[in-house]
């Protein structure tokens, strides 16, 4: 009678658990192993930074980058889409990525050129091209081969939809009516490159900024569960006067730093411009974020055998190096992950 109450106690309580979580049998094809992490993940395409992620983005969390401009915001966005696409490529429904642009920098041909060097399996070289041009020009397939890639790149850029929102209310109208679209097309990934720029377009006051991103926020963390995707944003920056800090990677951790700096005065110090900045969107938008990420630079000293990876620093004889820091995470510590910007895009 006993072992008859407990068999059915368990079984009650393997079909609760059943009903709680999340299937993650949409990220599983007959010929595809996934593992459980994985499924609950989406890969940045950057192996030490997936690492330092516990896997890389969370599905239905919201991850923001912040940095300066020009310091590899955007690239690592491209980064994220082609992993997603390429990731997921032999599943049985193919991946999408809808891509809001607000600064208007996304640009199909670095898309692809990324594409071609991270992927290169996925493109035809040369050779194959000349070969096969000259085997299909009875077929009139000239048009297509002189692109020199294969089927894939439409393909590619057929599941990557850009939007290009024109003001806070748009984005926000364009958000509440995207659960269908996310759905029908099998979105696994959302960007939103960047989050500020319309804010700081229209000059909303600090108590708007709050209502607005606060919302957006909500809505996209609503579509992330419901729809099972991951929310990738970028974030800009403000300088800010203050004292320059003594900031040396080959000293104390830079993160420990960074996180203190930030907690005293809100604020981060970048070697290469020799300023300090604050991320915009203020503490409404941090408390909104799962994980921060802050691209910035440190100085480095000269040492034999210094990587590429690293930039000339004429003020001190040194180099300053690229480092993105994990401020804020639930399930990760706190790290830096040094990087550069090449034609593969972000490289760790």
């Not at 203050?242 to 420990?256: F, G, L």
């Not at 034999?304 to 990876?309: R, V």
């Amino acid at each position: 009678m006993a072992n008859t109450l407990m068999s059915t106690r368990q079984n009650s309580i393997d079909m609760l658990e059943e009903r709680a979580l999340p299937s993650t049998s949409s990220y599983h094809s007959s010929t595809t192993s996934v593992s459980i992490h994985n499924a609950a993940c989406i890969s940045t395409g950057l192996e030490l930074l997936d690492a330092k992620l516990c896997h890389g983005l969370h599905i239905g969390s919201i991850t923001d980058v912040s940095g300066p401009p020009g310091i590899g915001k955007t690239q690592l966005c491209l980064s994220c889409v082609l992993s997603t696409f390429f990731t997921f490529s032999d599943t049985a429904k193919k991946p999408s990525i809808l891509y809001f642009d607000t600064e208007l920098k996304f640009d199909s041909r670095r898309l692809l050129e990324m594409a071609q060097h991270r992927y290169p399996e996925h493109f035809w070289s040369d050779t194959q091209i000349v070969e096969r041009k000259e085997r299909e020009r009875e077929r009139e397939r000239d048009d297509d081969l002189e692109k020199g890639v294969c089927t894939g790149t439409e393909e590619l850029l057929a599941h990557v939809h850009v939007r290009r929102p024109t003001s806070t209310s748009s984005l926000t109208a364009e958000l509440e009516n995207l659960q269908v679209f996310l759905m029908m097309n099998n979105i696994r990934l959302i960007v939103i490159d960047s989050m500020a720029t319309l804010t700081r377009k229209e000059m909303l006051s600090e108590k708007e900024c709050s209502l607005v991103v606060s919302k957006q926020a909500a809505i996209l963390l609503k579509l992330a569960a419901v729809c099972r995707c991951a929310i990738l944003t970028t974030n800009q920056v403000v300088t800010v006067s203050r004292a320059r800090p003594v900031q040396e990677m080959d000293s104390i951790a830079p993160v420990a730093k960074v996180n203190a700096e930030l907690e005293e005065t809100d604020s981060f110090w970048d070697e290469s411009s020799r300023t300090h900045y604050r991320p915009c969107l203020g503490l409404t938008w941090f408390h909104c974020v799962t994980v921060r990420i802050l691209m910035t630079t440190f100085s480095k000293r000269e040492q034999k055998g210094t990587s590429a990876t690293t930039e000339t620093n004429a003020n001190n004889g040194g180099f300053t190096q690229r480092v993105m820091l994990l401020s804020k995470s639930p399930c990760a510590m706190p790290c830096c992950v040094p990087f550069a910007v090449g034609m593969r895009g972000i490289i760790t």
